[in-house]
């Protein structure tokens, strides 16, 4: 590993103020979104509180390597640091961390104008706004880009975006000021891959309709939320459009690799957290006369959880590491082998630890269930297991043809 005395001190500090502020105000928070009552869509008090704290640690826009706008540091060494985020379900936000902004960010860095950047990036880099991506869609099967069916056509000076998207994640905060939306600027195109484009649309703009909130297995994830949203004549400018129409594949292939390793980042912190909590619970429970954690089982359960966590680290910074050196193209092997690893390894950690607690591994007393419903929602997340499965197959194919 390459990290710099730099990000070894920041990972220290991120660390300390986990301990010092997040994880004390876990309560805090939770009572504060139950207190909002029905109406959920609520900005958390003690999210803005700890937003300024960080602010002023200089823990802020941790990401963004090779990026005059982020801290600099490498995806390598930013792997720690996410890592650490993830052992905490809502601290990646007090950091201006958190998805679906971190990748929007990364696409205005990459593909906006100055323009761009001016209006939508700086807010965003301030934590003053928050934003959505809204690329799936409910018509067809989304894990194939190409299939996506929604219009943006030119009409006089505007383009003009009909379609319907959803699991547009964070669409429901009411920060959220615009959107990211892919959809087909030239269906007739023979080359599959330059039918759709990319264009910011505001969130105010007429024609926008929030349908209806998605919960996850009864979760609603108030106070970001997924949405399914309709969009009927919506108008944009044409300057609204990034990189170029039939960009739009590109850009999602740029998008959606740093998100990927940041979730796989962030699983590893969860599966370290209910590794932790469920270490603590076998060693305060009897069974059968005796402690659980002299239970042959739960040691096989333990020590596989500790080999599984360890490998998929190290399979995480490999390929952090060729993003960084080769780029995120030849990476692309080592980030689809990480996306299927991760969220099933911490599945498996989670699932033991509800066995672990018994009754009160379903119950919302220790978070297991709302863990699990995140991770296993990742499985589809930014393409599903099936999509980087046959990636990795293929590229395995390749070595032999």
Same mark, same amino acid.
């Given at each position: 590993?390459?990290?710099?005395?730099?990000?070894?001190q920041?990972?220290?500090?991120l660390?300390?103020?986990?301990?010092?502020h997040?994880?004390?105000?876990?309560?805090?928070?939770?009572?504060q979104?139950?207190?909002?009552?029905?109406?959920?869509?609520?900005?958390?008090p003690?999210?803005?509180?700890?937003k300024?704290?960080?602010?002023?640690?200089d823990?802020?826009?941790?990401?963004?390597?090779?990026?005059?706008?982020?801290?600099?540091?490498?995806?390598?060494?930013?792997?720690?640091m996410?890592?650490?985020?993830?052992?905490?379900?809502?601290?990646?936000?007090?950091?201006n961390?958190?998805?679906?902004?971190t990748?929007?960010?990364?696409?205005?860095?990459?593909?906006?104008?100055?323009?761009?950047?001016?209006?939508?990036?700086?807010?965003?880099?301030?934590?003053t706004?928050?934003?959505a991506?809204?690329?799936?869609?409910?018509?067809?099967?989304?894990?194939?880009?190409?299939?996506?069916q929604?219009?943006?056509?030119?009409?006089?000076?505007?383009?003009?975006?009909?379609?319907?998207?959803?699991w547009?994640?964070?669409?429901?905060?009411?920060?959220?000021?615009f959107?990211?939306?892919?959809?087909?600027?030239?269906?007739?195109?023979?080359?599959?891959?330059?039918?759709?484009?990319?264009?910011?649309?505001?969130?105010?703009?007429?024609?926008?309709?929030?349908?209806?909130?998605?919960?996850?297995?009864?979760?609603?994830?108030a106070?970001?939320?997924?949405?399914?949203?309709?969009?009927?004549?919506?108008?944009?400018?044409?300057?609204?459009?990034?990189?170029?129409?039939?960009?739009?594949?590109?850009?999602?292939?740029? *998008? =959606?690799?740093?998100?990927?390793?940041? !979730?796989? /980042?962030?699983?590893? %912190?969860?599966?370290? #957290?209910?590794? +932790? $909590?469920?270490?603590?619970?076998?060693?305060t429970?009897?069974?059968?006369?005796?402690?659980?954690?002299?239970?042959?089982?739960?040691?096989?359960?333990?020590?596989d959880?500790?080999?599984?966590?360890?490998?998929? *680290? =190290?399979?995480?910074?490999?390929?952090? !590491?060729? /993003?960084?050196?080769v %780029?995120?193209?030849? #990476?692309?092997? +080592? $980030?689809?082998?990480?996306?299927?690893?991760a969220?099933?390894?911490?599945?498996?950690?989670?699932?033991?630890?509800?066995?672990?607690?018994?009754?009160?591994?379903?119950?919302?007393?220790?978070?297991?269930?709302a863990?699990y419903?995140?991770?296993?929602?990742?499985?589809l997340?930014?393409?599903?297991?099936?999509?980087?499965?046959?990636?990795?197959?293929?590229?395995?194919?390749?070595?032999?043809?």
């Amino acid at each position: 590993m390459t990290i710099s005395d730099r990000a070894k001190q920041t990972t220290e500090r991120l660390e300390k103020f986990m301990d010092e502020h997040i994880n004390p105000n876990t309560e805090t928070y939770y009572n504060q979104i139950k207190g909002f009552g029905d109406n959920r869509w609520q900005v958390v008090p003690i999210i803005q509180e700890l937003k300024e704290k960080a602010k002023s640690a200089d823990l802020w826009n941790l990401f963004l390597p090779e990026s005059e706008y982020g801290s600099g540091y490498t995806n390598e060494e930013y792997a720690p640091m996410c890592e650490i985020m993830g052992r905490n379900i809502w601290s990646a936000e007090v950091f201006n961390c958190s998805a679906p902004d971190t990748g929007n960010m990364e696409v205005l860095v990459r593909y906006g104008t100055d323009e761009h950047k001016e209006k939508y990036l700086k807010p965003l880099l301030d934590g003053t706004i928050r934003s959505a991506f809204a690329m799936t869609e409910p018509a067809v099967a989304s894990s194939d880009a190409t299939n996506i069916q929604s219009e943006i056509k030119m009409e006089g000076n505007q383009y003009v975006i009909n379609g319907t998207k959803w699991w547009t994640s964070g669409a429901m905060d009411p920060r959220c000021k615009f959107y990211i939306f892919m959809g087909k600027t030239d269906p007739d195109n023979e080359n599959k891959h330059k039918q759709q484009s990319m264009i910011l649309i505001d969130a105010d703009t007429p024609g926008i309709n929030i349908k209806r909130h998605l919960p996850v297995f009864g979760y609603d994830d108030a106070p970001h939320g997924h949405a399914e949203i309709e969009f009927k004549d919506v108008r944009v400018p044409p300057e609204n459009l990034l990189l170029g129409e039939g960009r739009g594949f590109e850009i999602a292939q740029g *998008r =959606l690799g740093p998100g990927r390793i940041h !979730h796989c /980042m962030r699983a590893i %912190g969860v599966a370290e #957290a209910v590794l +932790e $909590i469920m270490c603590k619970r076998l060693l305060t429970r009897k069974a059968f006369g005796k402690e659980l954690f002299r239970h042959s089982i739960w040691q096989e359960r333990i020590a596989d959880a500790r080999i599984n966590i360890e490998m998929t *680290r =190290l399979l995480t910074l490999k390929a952090a !590491h060729m /993003m960084d050196t080769v %780029g995120n193209k030849v #990476a692309k092997n +080592e $980030i689809a082998m990480i996306k299927v690893a991760a969220p099933l390894m911490a599945l498996e950690i989670i699932d033991n630890a509800i066995q672990a607690f018994g009754g009160a591994g379903v119950t919302e007393d220790f978070k297991l269930a709302a863990a699990y419903a995140g991770m296993r929602t990742l499985r589809l997340a930014d393409g599903p297991d099936e999509v980087h499965k046959g990636t990795i197959a293929r590229n395995e194919f390749k070595k032999y043809l």
